[in-house]
């Protein structure tokens, strides 16, 4: 990602945003160390800046890392000011509540602010601290590509040396215990338990409050532990109101405050009739393990669910993050063909099963033949994404076994 911020001797403003914990504030002052940092979490600093003149904001704060930018809305207002006078030339905007930053970008710097998103770590991210570091960007990457899967996959190496795949293998299965927040790598496995419960109430108190300003969070705290265990489940409000006990706009208003918190992700049925009448309802996907595992009280099992919402999750940060273009689909018919993610790109679309384990059988390819047969000339392959070892090609047209670990770790 610091590859990507632009230097600051650019005439830009930055709005770096993401979920809580994943190092937006670290992120910023390793790359803007040289500027001003202001935290606008302590009233202290708030009380300051409303009492700058917007003539003299470039003059007493200039170029500055703002971070919590939210929590002082006056600033967005100065700051277009010094910025559009030409007295401003840089500044950089940090924040988690996705949901205020974006609306006062709306009201006030649209057009003149680069968005960026921090995610948490991707599998390919743990595995750089290990002592044997890819050589280039994992194997999924190639997939933004313009080609197809029988010539991305067909120069893989079958099977890897033992430590070449025990080292992979072993960043998935941090990632599928302990999620991708950077803040628990350095700890042990009982202060890790720790640290996300208290993540869960720091979230609570602060972001939530940030988003809804509600006075009872226990409805909302019941509401976010059950979405979490219908991570990779079809959407039903109806149901989530019910057990939730609260009524279906909140439900709705509810999920769309995990949404923008970047604590989940909707992935929203294909767009097409491709074999018969499709189900409309996306399916709900949580995007940090660790969190996921915590608020469901998961604590060893990888269930086909907690594999699948990491494979899902894997797909979303490493496009979000490197700004690939691209979207993701699940297709449902109502007959019972059902294919997991479909990934579309102004190259083709690209079909993908995710199971659990590490043999498959003959059945795992059938939805993939289907929808490769409905899309013709768009379909540029499929994958079966598995717990196995082997790369290996698995069915026609252009559909390959593609183990997890190796897939998002190169």
Known sequence: MEQNLPASDKRRLVLLTGARQTGKTTLARHRYGDMRYINMDAPENRETVRGIASPLWARDIGPAVLDEAQKEPVVFEKVKYAYDGGALPFSVLLGSSQILLLKRIRETLAGRVSLFELWPLTMAEIFNGSSAPPAGP???????????????????????????????????????????????????????????????????????????????????????????????????????????????????????????????????????????????????????????????????????????????????????TLGREGELYFYRTRSGLEVDVLFESPAGVVGMEIKSRSILATRDVTGLMEIAAALGRRWRGGLVIYTGNEIKRIGTPQIWAIPSHRLFNG
Not at 179 to 195: D, F, I, K, V, Y
Not at 254 to 281: C, D, G, I, N
């Open 138 to 320: 994992p194997l999924v990457d190639e997939l933004f590509s313009d080609r197809g899967c029988d010539d991305i996959f067909a120069k893989q190496p079958g099977f890897l040396l033992a430590e070449e795949d025990a080292s992979r293998r072993r960043a998935q299965d941090y990632l599928l215990q302990w999620g991708g927040m950077p803040a628990l790598l350095s700890l042990t496995a009982e202060e890790r338990r720790q640290w996300l419960k208290d993540y869960e109430y720091t979230y609570l108190e602060r972001d939530v409050a940030d988003l809804a300003r509600l006075d009872d969070l226990m409805p909302f705290r019941k509401f976010q532990r059950l979405a979490a265990m219908r991570s990779g489940c079809l959407l039903n409000y109806a149901e989530l109101a019910r057990n939730t006990a609260v009524s279906v706009d909140t439900a709705r208003r509810y999920l769309e405050y995990l949404r923008l918190s970047y604590q989940t992700f909707l992935l929203p049925p294909y767009h097409a009739s491709l074999t018969s009448t499709v189900v409309k309802t996306p399916k709900t996907y949580w995007l940090d393990i660790g969190l996921l595992r915590h608020l469901t009280g998961t604590q060893e099992a990888v269930t086909g669910e907690i594999y699948e919402s990491m494979v899902v999750a894997e797909w979303v940060k490493w496009m979000k």
